[in-house]
């Protein structure tokens, strides 16, 4: 009878204390977090080009009435935004819209017989507008670009931490470029479309829902126009093109993921 007494008042305090148990896991195996990666993820965010235009690095043909002129330019900053999509944890695919500025000052290198060939062209005829004047001669054209970059990267993971929430990977990249040109100044030029590529390295981190992306590329870039109506019977006469090259310009873009 007090063995039966016994096991009912062991029953019930096990009942009473149950819920306050605690199971101490502090020498458990690792959870498989611990070794999970952390997956690349789509981003987007600002974008910053640090970089500028080196005349040795520009080829050109600047013509006007037939006659050469020599050119400078100079450039602002590209500002835009970027995005990414990870197709696998090597394999991205990246898109960049930005705009810049560029300046170009421009002369003829036989100033005096250009500046005859429009006053020839002035005293020939008053009744007809002489097909370019003094400001396409000499001046300097206001240029806004919207330039626009499609490509690719191929990426070494070097950490990805499923359990901090932290990747970091090293990258090279290329892709297309493309986009329009905007001539804010009084020109006959008409406003081409830009074409080019590029081609670079870099750095890649993120952390939780943030990235931050920076490194160096190499762009190159090409237009070529012509006047809205020719001066002469050869459209060639009045034409700008401009090839140019920049290098190492460092970057940098941040922003969050998308999921």
């Known amino acids: 009878m007090r063995k039966r007494i016994f096991t009912l008042i062991l029953l019930a305090s096990t009942l009473t204390f149950a819920d306050r148990v605690v199971i101490d896991t502090s020498m458990a195996a690792s959870t498989d977090n611990d070794y999970k990666d952390f997956e690349d993820r789509g981003s987007f965010g600002p974008y910053m080009e640090f970089g500028s235009v080196k005349m040795k690095n520009v080829n050109y043909s600047y013509k006007v009435n037939g006659r050469s002129h020599n050119i400078s330019v100079d450039n602002t900053y590209l500002y835009g935004a970027s995005g990414s999509l990870p197709l696998t944890e090597w394999f991205d695919i ?22 005859q060939d429009l006053a020839a ?5 008053d009744f007809f507008e002489a097909p370019f004047d003094s400001t396409d001669l000499e001046g300097r054209h206001e240029i806004h670009t919207a330039l626009f970059q499609l490509g690719f990267d191929f990426a070494l993971p070097i950490v990805m931490n499923y359990k901090h929430q932290f990747m970091l990977k090293l990258y090279a990249f290329g892709g297309a470029v493309f986009g329009k040109t905007f001539f804010a100044d009084d020109t006959k030029f008409t406003s081409p479309a830009i074409y080019g ?63």
């Open 94 to 115: 990246y898109l960049m819209a930005g705009y810049q500025y560029l300046g170009v000052s421009h002369s003829p290198r036989n100033r005096e017989q250009a500046y």
């Open 121 to 125: 062209y002035d005293d020939e005829d």
């Open 197 to 259: 590529y590029a081609y670079g390295a870099g750095l890649r981190t993120a952390w939780h829902g943030f990235f931050l992306s920076t490194g160096f590329r190499n762009n190159h870039e090409y237009f070529h126009t012509y006047f809205e109506r020719k001066t002469g019977d050869v459209r060639d006469d009045d034409e700008f093109m401009l090839d140019f090259d920049t290098y190492f310009q460092p970057y940098v873009s941040l922003g969050i993921t998308l999921f």
